[in-house]
């Protein structure tokens, strides 16, 4: 399940969860939009994760927890701590980036 982001308060969910993979977009990015089934189905491929959608636009707090310049940027927080992030439109590069995090 990927969860919306509603209020700037990532970094508190960050915290309060294990491993949590975040994608950041805004409304008017094409890129973002082609992603966000492919960040839900891997969403439902790892359900030991917990999945974020932010609005980079709307959130400026939580868009500061990654180096967010380009959308869609994808960012792996673990234990609370910032992993890796990748910008990218092509779902393996995703796909490796969560496997980044699973095999360790």
Partial sequence: MVKEL????????????????????????????????????????????????ADAEKFPESRKLATVDNLPTFAIFKNGAFVNQVQTNKFEVLKDLVNEVTSN
């Fill in 6 to 53: 509603e209020q700037d308060n990532l970094g508190q969910l960050i915290s309060d969860t294990d491993t949590v993979v975040v994608q950041y977009s805004a409304s008017w990015c094409g890129n973002c939009r082609i992603m966000k089934p492919k960040f839900k189905k891997l969403a439902t491929e790892n359900e030991n994760m917990t999945f974020v959608m």
